[in-house]
């Protein structure tokens, strides 16, 4: 999701607001999801037998098939990616959500228009699938509203 010059800034910084209660714990959430050891688990036994099962020779973690829907990022354009970005940190919001460099500060992120403009992604369905689809070799049916059920991660009422 990479439109426009917006810079991948990383978990890190993202939870550096979206951690607390108060503020929905949306960092906690998304540590309860696979998608916060998507990267890591290419390194299971497991991901070795599926790689091998889909043709992939080598390292799962060093294999742009795999990497392309595990990692955040992956491919984008070094000059993207700020310092403190990790790309090991496997699925993060910024897959979900679009580049957050130019709409991580609080001023932007009050305003929804604002941070829309600025390079923040609503997600969709359509977002998903681009990694949740047949070309995954263990691919399941993906129900989008039972998956976005598992994953939500509101901001509460004020």
């Not at 990692?71 to 990616?81: C, H, I, K, M």
């Not at 310092?83 to 609080?106: I, K, M, N, R």
């Amino acid at each position: 999701l990479a439109e426009g010059n917006h810079k991948y800034v990383g978990v890190k910084k993202c939870a550096m607001c979206h951690k607390s209660e108060a503020k929905g714990n949306q960092h906690g959430k998304w540590l309860a999801t696979s998608h916060s050891n998507a990267y890591e688990r290419l390194a299971s036994p497991e991901a070795q037998e599926t790689a091998k099962k889909a043709g992939v020779s080598g390292d799962p973690q060093k294999e742009p098939k795999c990497l392309k829907c595990h990692v955040t990022a992956y491919g984008a354009d070094s000059s993207l990616l700020k310092d403190g970005f990790v790309q090991a940190d496997g699925v993060q919001c910024e897959t979900c959500h679009g580049a957050g460099s130019d709409y991580l500060s609080l001023s932007v992120m009050k305003d929804r228009a604002k941070a829309v403009a600025a390079g923040l992604v609503m997600p969709t369905k359509e977002v998903c699938v681009t990694c949740h689809n047949p070309e995954s070799p263990n691919y399941k049916e993906f129900n989008y509203e039972e998956s976005y059920k598992k994953i939500a991660h509101p901001s509460p009422k004020k």
